[in-house]
């Protein structure tokens, strides 16, 4: 049976092993027997740079690369994990797609992404994220020694915390209009992302046709994973141990 698995927001860390461990299980269980593997983006809690390199994300490597040698693995990059480079993503086995891809699933174009372009109305990351994915920033940040990349990455995280408080829901969530504006540029009738940690199958209109988007769960309290296949498409959640 063909079947293709989609992940997204692990935020993997050395903190939180249970998460660690509940992938690995997905990953020598169930993901070395698909047709692909999409990881879409927030991989892990945080990216400082490939030259970080730990026990921890070096076993993380080891794991992804073992599935590589079954099926293909792909990534796309997310907020917490855009400065994951091609050094890092070789010892894994992953293939970096596009932040906005469009691949052929079972004869139906689907976009993939990880999803935070679409909260357009939370304006202030949106301005970090124009800067963070830009050309200057990333190479400045990489080129400062680890330790202050480490203290850069603590600062921003605790910012963040912070401001998510302040923040209403719909803010943090896609913007419907937004949605409905990429799949139009990119001719789609079916999206998959993660980001906002709300797993669920919206029904929408674009291209003035019935059109679908999919929203990944995070793995903070839930192994949620994306299962399609040609005839169904399924959000199961593969329980911590």
Not at 83 to 96: F, N, S, V, Y
Request: glycine share 6%; proline share 5%.
């Amino acid at each position: 049976m063909s079947f293709t698995y989609f992940i997204a927001d692990l935020h993997l860390s050395d903190e939180r092993p249970d998460i660690t461990d509940c992938l690995m299980r997905f990953l020598n269980e169930d993901a070395i027997n698909a047709d692909a593997l999409y990881v879409l983006g927030d991989l892990f809690e945080v990216w400082i740079g490939d030259d970080n390199i730990t026990p921890f994300n070096t076993a993380i490597a080891k794991a992804f690369k073992q599935v590589s040698t079954h099926c293909p693995v792909y990534f796309i990059h997310g907020n917490r994990d855009f400065a994951i480079r091609e050094t890092w993503l070789k010892k894994a086995g992953m293939t970096l797609l596009n932040e906005q891809e469009v691949i052929d699933l079972y004869g139906t174009p689907t976009l993939l992404t990880h999803g935070d372009e679409l909260c357009t109305k939370d304006v202030a990351y949106q301005k970090f994220r124009k800067k963070s994915r830009g050309w200057w920033w990333p190479r400045l940040m990489l080129a400062l020694p680890l330790w202050y990349r480490q203290r850069v990455a603590e600062n921003g995280r605790e910012k963040s915390k912070a401001n998510q408080q302040n923040l209403k829901p719909e803010i943090m969530d896609v913007t419907p209009e937004e949605v409905v504006k990429v799949m139009e540029k990119w001719g789609v009738q079916r999206m998959i992302h993660g980001h906002t940690h709300r797993p669920n199958i919206h029904s929408l209109t674009a291209n003035g046709k019935p059109a679908s988007r999919i929203v990944l769960g995070d793995w903070y309290d839930q192994g949620s994973v994306l299962k399609v296949t040609p005839n169904e498409v399924t959000l199961t959640q593969h329980a911590f141990k």
